[in-house]
């Protein structure tokens, strides 16, 4: 029974790293202090990335379409944007506000896949623009784990 586990693993763990993925979920999290459950979905060369996540007090929903290719064997880098949408009390950059949120950011990052466990690690940052409730501009940066589905 252990050997037809191990072997089993060991096929799964193989076949993981052998190519990238196409779809994984797990968690994003970063500033404005956010955290998110997300998926990721990629298709060649663009991917695709939703969530939904908060904080205390407030709920958020989060959009971004990206370019991703590989830098090298072992990193991927993406640049994309996307759009994101609140709901409650929110610190957006350095102020507090309460109410409907409605946001847009640009995003650069890196990612790897582990090659030895099903999951992938990546960390990116940008600028992001708030224009609900008021206009605000600031940087942004997040860190995502997510576990590879496929």
Known sequence: MKALLFLLSLLF???????RYTSAIGLR???????????????????????????LGAVWLHGN?????????????????????????????DANFSGLGLGANAVIG??????????TVSLDLGP??????????GFAWAFSVRYVLH
């Open 13 to 19: 763990t193989l076949s993981v790293s052998a190519q």
């Open 29 to 55: 999290g970063g500033s404005p202090n956010v955290t998110y459950l997300n998926a990721k979905y990629r298709m060649n060369q663009q991917a695709y990335e939703v969530g939904i996540g908060g904080n």
């Open 65 to 93: 379409a990206y370019y991703q290719t590989e830098l090298n064997d072992v990193l991927d880098y993406y640049y994309g944007f996307g759009a994101n949408v609140g709901l409650g009390k929110m610190k957006q950059f």
């Open 110 to 119: 890196l990612e790897h896949t582990l090659e030895e466990f099903p999951f």
């Open 128 to 137: 992001g623009l708030y224009v609900l409730p008021r206009l605000q501009f």
